[in-house]
């Protein structure tokens, strides 16, 4: 079982839809959860990160975890052909220090 | 641009040759990664630094990659030997102290092993 899964996409939402992706990760005692956004031919980019169970919103976006059934999750409502990229999630493991364990990435597709 | 730039952007080479990667993390940022990543797939975690002391490194990493932060800056990562397995993306991440988990990706160099 990999550490953190992704359903690899790609994800195809028409333009102003919400884009829903989702996230499961295997170690229970993980404390952080990344979102990043990675263009192709791109480096990733944080767009979002969240620490406990619930929502948080940020702009169009709003992550949500639960630490319970072991996946977290990212909104992006009113979805722009801009947000068209791969979506990456990360997880900060425990005793693992800083090192953050990515999925392989959902990429989404908006389509106008 | 994020602040952390990396150098060069592309290295094509010869299989057997060794090459060496740089990277200027964010002034400020005492911390200090490197990833690989390969198509299709998420960065891999290869090694970090606190300052100059290297606090951890991937089973990834085999004996022909080693990474130097000398001064608690600029790092390198140098492969030697190369393989054609080595062929990737090298991504260098920084964070800010007390922020740790926030990593900001410089643009990546683009490794290719002939």
């Known amino acids: 079982q990999k550490e953190v899964e992704q359903n690899s996409g790609p994800l195809s939402v028409p333009e102003g839809a919400i884009a829903s992706l989702n996230c499961t990760y295997s170690?229970?005692?993980?404390?952080?959860f990344f979102w990043y956004r990675q263009y192709s031919g791109k480096s990733p980019e944080l767009i979002m990160f969240?620490?406990?169970?619930g929502d948080k919103e940020d702009g169009r976006f709003t992550a949500q975890l639960n630490k319970a059934s072991q996946y977290v999750s990212l909104l992006i409502r009113d979805s722009q052909p801009s947000d068209s990229a791969t979506y990456l999630c990360a997880v900060l493991n425990t005793g693992t220090a800083s090192k953050l364990t990515f999925g392989t990435g959902t990429r989404l597709q908006v389509t106008l | 641009d994020t602040g952390v730039s990396q150098d060069p952007r592309h290295k094509i080479t010869k299989r057997g040759q060794n090459v060496t990667f740089r990277c200027d993390p964010i002034?400020?940022?005492?911390?200090l990664y490197w990833y690989r990543q390969t198509l299709g797939q998420g960065p891999e975690f290869l090694t970090y630094f606190q300052n100059e002391a290297q606090l951890e490194k991937s089973r990834l990493l085999s004996d022909r990659f080693s990474a130097e932060r000398p001064k608690g800056s600029f790092s390198t990562l140098e492969i030697q030997r190369t393989e054609q397995g080595d062929s990737a993306m090298y991504l260098c991440?920084?964070?800010?102290?007390?922020?740790?988990?926030?990593?900001?990706f410089g643009s990546g160099t683009q490794l290719s092993v002939l």
């Open positions: 991440a920084s964070s800010l102290r007390g922020q740790n988990e926030k990593l900001f």
């Open positions: 170690d229970r005692g993980s404390q952080s």
């Open positions: 969240i620490y406990s169970n």
């Open positions: 002034s400020e940022h005492n911390r």
